[in-house]
């Protein structure tokens, strides 16, 4: 069964942007990553500072080997650099772990 696991991070509102640039200059980095089933990054809609990269793997020893592996430590790179606006991109992040209870979706056509 899959694994998602979710890292949520506080992001002034001024580093929203530089935030989605510095994700999007990586796209597709751990798509070929074995156990690798799917990214997104959401962007809060309802004032909140709190964005959530959400992925998905076939188990927790993919995840794990992803996280030991040097194109992990690659992506991650710079991380801590400052935004343009001179501040932080992030203040805090945290690391969830969630397996999926139950689903659904609409029916194939």
Known sequence: MSIIKINA???PPEAGDELAK???????AVDHQDGFEGFELLQPTDGRDTWLVVTRWRD???FQAWV??????????????PAPHGGPVSTHSELWSYQVAL???PPAS
């Open 9 to 11: 991070i506080t992001v």
């Open 22 to 28: 510095r994700f999007a200059a990586r796209a597709g």
């Open 60 to 62: 927790e020893e993919a």
């Open 68 to 81: 030991a592996s040097p194109a992990f430590a690659h992506g991650h790179q710079g991380a801590d650099a």
């Open 103 to 105: 689903s659904s979706g």
